[in-house]
């Protein structure tokens, strides 16, 4: 939604990325926060699953270690989204509060089109 700008309106712009997560520009000051544990959890999440494959190939489909390896897997997996989803919950909470500190009142966001897919 365009609209015009007023005298007393402040504006940051936004720029969402991979490595560097996001960096935020207000015509003085630059933040940004850089997606280090992030990118180091999905790599983990891209690596494990092939080692518990590994395991899955050897074990007896149906067995018990069949299904403790599923359930390993799942759990691993359930973990790693999970700490993705607090990490970017408390770097987006972050940016809000200095936002707000701020007295923000225009958000401006970069393209952010297939951000993720191209992981």
């Given amino acids: ?11 940051i712009a ?6 560097c997560l996001s960096t935020c520009l207000d015509g003085i000051e630059v933040i940004s926060y ?12 891209n690596k494990e699953p092939a080692k518990f494959q590994q395991m899955l190939n050897q ?4 067995s018990n270690e069949y299904r403790k390896l599923i359930k390993a897997k799942k759990k691993m997996l359930r973990r790693v989204r999970d700490q993705i989803k607090d990490i970017l ?16 009142t225009t ?7 297939n951000i993720w897919g191209r992981l």
Avoid: C
């Avoid at 939604?1 to 504006?11: F, G, I, Y």
């Avoid at 074990?59 to 149906?62: L, T």
């Avoid at 958000?107 to 089109?113: P, Q, R």
């Fill in 59 to 62: 074990a007896k489909k149906g």
């Fill in 107 to 113: 958000i401006a966001l970069g393209d952010i089109t």
């Fill in 34 to 45: 850089h997606g280090g544990i992030p990118s180091s959890l999905i790599r983990y999440r």
């Fill in 89 to 104: 919950h408390n770097i987006t909470s972050n940016f809000l509060k200095m936002f707000l500190q701020k007295v923000i």
């Fill in 14 to 19: 936004v720029d969402l990325g991979i490595l």
């Fill in 1 to 11: 939604m365009w609209h015009e700008k007023r005298q007393n309106d402040k504006v």
